[in-house]
T-cell receptor, first 111, second 113 residues
């Protein structure tokens, strides 16, 4: 089942912080975060794995609460380049490689 | 380094016409390959994925099909396009492990009229 992202959209000024949430109704093995600019392909940001391991971007952090089946992406001191649509992709079982993506959160950073 | 190619970049097709979209990956071997569709303003819908030559898993019943004739080639096809097939089609690859990053190609924007 598709994970639910919140908020659907957010507008920030440069330097402000934002949190994007991803919630699943099923147990999760991993959560993947991507950012997509308009008309372009999604770009990888971060993977969070069951057990606490993280792999990803230096300036973006995230958390993964396995019990609550939730992940949050933290964007601090936002820059104009952070604008885009953020997607979480969830994997329900290990070793399948199949991701189910949320509907996306649109972030707009203004000067 | 690895690169992923998709073509064509844009395509306008009439309803009922056939479709063939191609995706190739360079610089790696035995990748997992994926086809996604993204409707305007929507999320990514997984259509097919493949873990090896000739091995295709379908995620969504539809009038589309996929084939993997070579290790690094993935093809999305349709015999007769529907209006609802319009969208942004993205191919992606991963090294093969479930915890690996999926790398997306540039996409094909398909408009069915």
């Amino acid at each position: 089942q598709q994970p639910v992202q919140s908020p659907q959209a957010v507008i920030l000024r440069e330097g402000e912080d934002a949190v994007i949430n991803c919630s699943s109704s099923k147990a999760l093995y991993s959560v993947h975060w991507y950012r997509q600019k308009h008309g372009e392909a999604p770009v990888f940001l971060m993977i969070l794995l069951k057990g606490g391991e993280q792999k990803g971007h230096e300036k973006i952090s995230a958390s993964f609460n396995e019990k609550k089946q939730q992940s949050s992406l933290y964007l601090t001191a936002s820059q104009l380049s952070y604008s885009g649509t953020y997607f979480c992709g969830t994997e329900g079982r290990s070793n399948t490689g199949k991701l189910i993506f949320g509907q996306g959160t649109t972030l707009q950073v203004k000067p | 380094s690895q690169t992923i190619h998709q073509w064509p970049a844009t395509l306008v097709q009439p309803v009922g016409s056939p479709l063939s979209l191609e995706c190739t990956v360079e610089g790696t071997s035995n990748p997992n390959l994926y086809w996604y569709r993204q409707a305007a303003g929507r999320g990514l819908q997984l259509l097919f994925y493949s873990v090896g030559i000739g091995q295709i898993s379908s995620e969504v019943p539809q009038n589309l099909s996929a084939s993997r004739p070579q290790d690094r080639q993935f093809i999305l096809s349709s015999k007769k396009l529907l209006l609802s097939d319009s969208g942004f089609y993205l191919c992606a690859w991963s090294p093969g492990l479930s915890t690996d990053t999926q790398y997306f190609g540039p996409g094909t924007r398909l408009t069915v009229l």
